[in-house]
């Protein structure tokens, strides 16, 4: 893994979780946290925002809460094909055969595991929205994901070599990359065991993360921090913890960059004593939310030749 693949997802498009309540959870992600029921297949729902992507999160049924993967774009089939050599080549887990799309969204992708064992699917050509627009207090669109990893630098590596993101920064908790403009769409987490850190919803503007956060907290879902504007991505966050004790964050207003970023590192990402973010105004993260961060686990008994979990 020393090669940078010549390509590169062209952004996150999905998460799918197990749960094993999904009306509950589905309540919960359509009525108090704004993403609305695009389709449904074997059990499943899947939830769109307001953005062109076909959904953003898909429930399914499972007997605990896990993490059954993430899901990237690809600009094109050809870019799936390149990927999917490039992580076969890597040797770094088991890699399914690039082809038809399982899911409702539809396409042509690929599903493999990375070292850490993590399900990843990257797919062209799904489906989108032709009625995409912003929309007040309302999800857009996938913003990033952050991965508690066992073994950060060895993760880092496979996201830089094999699927060719780039770092735009590091500090002494977790190391963020892109695959696109967006100052990042996985940051990696130092941490003892492998899991799902939170997923972050884009919102159209700082005013709908303001008014998001209220309309969860009314529905009796503290904020577990913020809302505070972070350091590396300069983005606007408010943290909640949402079904099964998922990591869930608003966030708008991430920062842009392009190859001529410097890459700063801990020792330039320091707060003053008693900060976590820029403004200095909310509490550090509550410890439910710790604990919360290293409770969801990837599943382990999802073949890599599905691209959505069955």
């Given amino acids: 893994m020393t090669t940078p693949s010549p390509v590169r997802p062209s952004g996150l498009r999905s998460v799918a979780l197990g749960t094993p309540d999904v009306a509950a959870a589905e309540a919960f992600y359509t009525a108090t946290w704004a993403l609305a029921p ?24 499972r007997p605990a809460a896990e993490l059954l993967d993430v899901c990237f774009n690809a600009a094109s089939r050809a870019d799936v094909d390149a990927l999917a050599a490039a992580v076969r080549k890597a040797g770094a887990g088991p890699v399914g ?15 493999f595991r990375d070292p850490e064992g993590r399900h990843f699917t990257i797919v062209a050509g799904d489906a989108t929205h032709a009625d995409a627009s912003e929309k007040a207090d309302v999800p ?24 060719g993101f780039r770092v735009s920064d590091r500090t002494k908790m977790m190391n963020f990359v892109r695959c696109n403009s967006d100052h990042h769409q996985i940051a990696l987490a130092y941490a003892e065991a492998s899991s799902l850190n939170h997923i972050a919803f884009y919102m159209p503007d700082l005013e709908s993360v303001m008014r998001g956060a209220g309309r969860v907290k009314d529905a009796g879902y503290p904020i577990e921090w913020g809302v505070g504007r972070h350091g590396p991505g300069n983005n606007v966050f408010a943290y909640f913890i949402g079904p099964d004790e ?12 392009d190859d001529s970023y410097v890459v700063r590192g801990p020792e330039e990402w320091k707060w003053p004593p008693g900060r976590t973010d820029h403004w200095g105004i909310s509490a550090p993260p509550s410890l439910r939310l710790q604990a919360a961060q290293k409770k969801i686990r990837f599943a382990i ?4 030749g599905e691209q959505t979990p069955r």
């Fill in 38 to 61: 695009v389709a449904r297949q074997d059990g499943a729902v899947y939830l769109r925002g307001s953005g062109s992507p076909h959904h953003l999160l898909s429930l399914h049924p």
């Fill in 246 to 257: 998922v990591v869930i964050e608003y966030t708008s207003e991430v920062e842009k960059v």
């Fill in 140 to 163: 857009d669109h996938l913003s990033h994901v952050v991965l508690c990893s066992a073994d950060v630098p060895k993760s880092t590596a496979f996201f830089t070599d094999v699927l």
């Fill in 97 to 111: 055969e690039a082809g038809a799309a399982k899911d409702p969204a539809g396409g042509y992708g690929f599903s």
């Fill in 301 to 304: 008994d999802i073949a890599p």
